[in-house]
């Protein structure tokens, strides 16, 4: 079953002379339950891609398509909310900072019509492994790793089945940022759920996606699984320079003593 579908994506914002075009034709699948990964440099339209889904661009045209069901403009609906939500990139600014965490879990699971909220809050924050000395704190009380795993909990609040991931660790700490992807390999197993997971960094898209798209100025310039990407063997010569420019990046951090994750 296929969980999204996106066909002739595009997305422009401004008119006339000052329109930009930020998406172009992309097209790709993700099955239910899959990670499927979108790279490309930045300006290459990923994130876009994220929020025309989202409604957070509204100007669009083409088709998405979320477990079948077409979306149409930038408006939104309940249904969508309780089957697709969006972890954002930096974990403070997505949080309100004069809100405690459960503040910020209560109110989200009474948008979502839940009844036993105590009851949710505390098995949130035990599902993205922290303890319930963290309710009543402020984020600014918190490191960017636990700020993190509140916005990961938040968007597990209305019990969804799509992730859309957009940079989640790329604010984190390296060491930190392991962690956290490691919680949502976790999650992702205990929950079913399936991501679309927007990254620059190729050995986070290789330690966590089944399949993945590279984009370049717009345009979805080839789809391929993970096993390509680790072996080197991706067609289009755009790819191919991405991958040739990861691995030097990840040479030169090696022998600087940094923490990678393989590709």
């Known amino acids: 079953m296929t ?9 422009w914002f401004g008119v006339d002379r000052d329109r930009v075009d930020a998406v172009v034709g992309a097209g790709f699948q993700v099955a239910k339950g899959e990670s499927f990964g ?22 669009w045209s083409g088709d998405i398509l979320v477990e079948g069901n077409a979306l149409t403009g930038a408006a939104r609906g309940r249904d969508f909310y309780q089957t697709v939500q969006m972890v954002f990139q930096d974990p403070y600014a997505s949080l309100h900072p004069r809100h405690t965490i459960d503040k910020v879990l209560s109110e989200t699971l009474h948008l979502h019509g839940f009844k036993d909220i105590d009851a949710r809050v505390l098995r949130l924050l035990d599902d993205v492994g922290l303890s319930r000395k963290f309710r009543f704190r402020y984020p600014h009380q918190l490191s960017g790793g636990q700020r993190q795993r509140v916005a990961i909990a938040r968007a597990l609040a209305g019990e969804p089945k799509l992730l859309l991931l957009d940079e989640p660790t790329s604010a984190l700490d390296v060491s930190v940022q392991a962690e956290v992807l490691n919680l949502l390999t976790d999650l992702r197993d205990e929950h079913h ?16 996606c089944d399949r993945l798209a590279v984009m370049k100025g717009g345009e979805v310039v080839e789809v391929m699984q993970t096993d390509d990407l680790r072996q080197g063997t991706a067609k289009h010569p755009y790819s191919q320079a991405l991958v040739a420019a990861s691995s030097a990046t990840g040479m030169r951090a090696r022998g600087q003593e940094a923490e990678t994750l393989p590709v």
């Not at 969980?3 to 997305?11: T, Y």
């Not at 979108?38 to 100007?59: C, D, H, N, Q, W």
């Open 3 to 11: 969980a999204l579908s996106i066909k002739n994506l595009n997305v």
């Open 38 to 59: 979108l790279v490309g440099e930045s300006g290459s339209g990923k994130s876009t891609i994220l929020r025309a889904i989202t409604g957070l661009a509204p100007t």
């Open 193 to 208: 759920l399936t991501y679309l997971m927007v990254s620059h960094d190729l050995p986070v898209i290789a330690h966590m």
